[in-house]
Structures are given as structure tokens and as C-alpha cells.
């Protein structure tokens, strides 16, 4: 079993930053590979950014094509922790974040229908 708490959300400008953070429980954190996900009002999840487990020697990262070059995920294993730092924001990117993991699978092929654990979400609002 894996708890997931979401952390960082907030209110910021246009142009602004914010950085997310997922804790984890669960001594087998590394195995797990990570996902961010958003729902905005009226719309379905969508996938935001993943990051390999410790089960590949490289570590792979995904992103979807609208936050590719604006934001970076990125985990500590020792921490048991996984971030998303978001710059360059926009209001688009106004969103429910969630984190999500999924045990020993491909970065490529993390979507929301497959993930074993869900955070609760923190809200992420971009004025403009």
C-alpha cells in the first residue's frame, strides 16, 4: 500500500512559478514509477509528467507537449518523494494537480486508467 500527499499548490501570476511535491509512504517507493496528472473544471484528467522507478538504470521523464520546456518532474528516492516544478505559468495550467504511482512499469506508458495510487490533489490557480 502507498499513501500519496500532494503539496505546493497555490495562487500565482502569469509567468509565475510554483513547485509541487508528492510524499510517499511505503518502503518500496523506488520501485514505483511516477505520474502528474491535472483536471480542470468540466474536463477530463489529463497526464502531465512522468519519471521512471528505480528499476531502469537511466532515468526516462515524459511530458505532455503543452508543459514540455516548462516544467521538470523529478524524484529523491531517499525522500521518498517525487516534484513537479512548474515555470513559465499560464492560466491554462490552472488545475486540480494530482500525483499518482505505478508499480514497476514503463514511463511510456503511464496514463490516468492505469495508475495503482492516486493523491488527494492540490489546486494550482494561474491568474492572468
Known amino acids: 500500500q502507498v499513501q500519496l500527499v500532494e503539496s505546493g499548490g497555490g495562487l500565482v501570476q502569469t509567468g509565475g512559478s510554483l513547485r509541487l511535491s508528492c510524499a510517499a509512504s511505503?518502503?518500496?517507493?523506488?520501485?514505483?514509477?511516477m505520474g502528474w496528472f491535472r483536471q480542470a473544471p468540466g474536463k477530463e484528467r489529463e497526464f502531465v509528467a512522468a519519471?521512471?522507478?528505480?528499476?531502469?538504470?537511466?532515468?526516462?521523464?515524459r511530458y505532455a507537449d503543452s508543459v514540455k520546456g516548462r516544467f521538470t518532474i523529478s524524484r529523491d528516492n531517499a525522500k521518498n518523494t517525487v516534484y513537479l516544478q512548474m515555470n513559465s505559468l499560464k492560466p491554462e495550467d490552472t488545475a486540480v494537480y494530482y500525483c499518482?504511482?505505478?508499480?514497476?512499469?514503463?514511463?511510456?506508458?503511464?496514463?490516468?486508467?492505469?495508475?495503482?495510487?492516486w493523491g488527494q490533489g492540490t489546486q494550482v490557480t494561474v491568474s492572468s
Open positions: 499518482a504511482a505505478k508499480y514497476s512499469t514503463s514511463v511510456f506508458t503511464i496514463r490516468a486508467g492505469i495508475m495503482d495510487y
Open positions: 511505503g518502503r518500496t517507493f523506488g520501485s514505483y514509477a
Open positions: 519519471i521512471s522507478g528505480s528499476g531502469d538504470s537511466t532515468t526516462y521523464t
